[in-house]
């Protein structure tokens, strides 16, 4: 299995707080995603980064930041939780870009409710 | 952007091969075809991936017409324990070089006993 963990893997929180979800991966790989999981939709990404400090936006950013300050850490920041964020979040990660034929790994999901 | 499209669900009876159609019409020249499995809610599982030419591993067999526009991943002998929401997806042109994986709703695929 690939060296990633996600924390904290559940949590309930408030509408109106934030939160942040933390990536971790011993790999040393460059590249780090996330995604989220809701039912009807597959997986969405939301953003990912292509090298410390340097992120872009996936399919569905909006209400979500991103940090990435050394190769390890990506995290996940909801500013303003809403209800509609209430999902299971998936971290990845890749040692290339997909256009070399590079695979992504997945962490196995933070499950976030908000109520 | 090249997007995905798969059956909803499909079923497959132990023991035979499973045959699991993707198509990809609008894929670009090096854009990848990759291939992942998701078992329950576990994180999704990477199986295989190709460009041009048919690959195979020891988990399945990813079958890639000339043209490029569909694929089939076979899984040449089922077991229950392959019973799992399967996604075929093409890797998009991002920032700097860089490439966005982007996952469709997938198949569920249901081996019978």
């Known amino acids: 299995d690939a060296g990633i963990t996600q924390s904290p893997r559940h949590k309930v929180t408030e509408t109106g707080t934030p939160v942040t979800l933390r990536c971790h991966q011993t790999e040393n790989h460059r590249y780090m995603y996330w995604y989220r999981q809701d039912p009807g939709h597959g997986l969405r990404l939301i953003h990912y980064?292509?090298?410390?400090?340097?992120?872009d936006k996936g399919e569905v950013s909006d209400g979500y930041s991103v940090s990435r300050s050394k190769t390890e850490d990506f995290l996940l920041t909801l500013e303003s939780a809403t209800s509609s964020q209430t999902s299971v979040y998936f971290c990845a990660i890749s040692e290339g870009t997909g256009g070399s034929g590079n695979t992504i790994y997945f962490g196995e999901g933070s499950w976030l409710t908000v109520v | 952007d090249a997007k995905t499209t798969q059956p909803p669900s499909m079923d497959c009876a132990e023991g035979r091969a499973a045959n699991l159609p993707c198509n990809h019409s609008t894929i670009s020249g090096n854009e990848y075809v990759y291939w992942y499995r998701q078992i329950h809610s576990q994180g999704p599982q990477y199986i295989i991936h190709?460009?041009?030419n048919n690959e195979t591993n020891e988990m399945a067999s990813l079958i890639i017409t000339e043209d490029r526009k569909s694929s089939t991943l076979i899984l040449p002998h089922a077991t229950l324990r392959d019973t799992a929401v399967y996604y075929c997806?093409?890797?998009?042109?991002?920032?700097?070089?860089?490439?966005?994986?982007?996952f469709g709703t997938g198949t569920r695929l249901k081996v019978l006993a």
């Open positions: 190709g460009l041009k």
């Open positions: 980064s292509y090298g410390v400090k340097d992120t």
């Open positions: 997806i093409v890797n998009r042109a991002g920032t700097s070089g860089t490439y966005k994986y982007i």
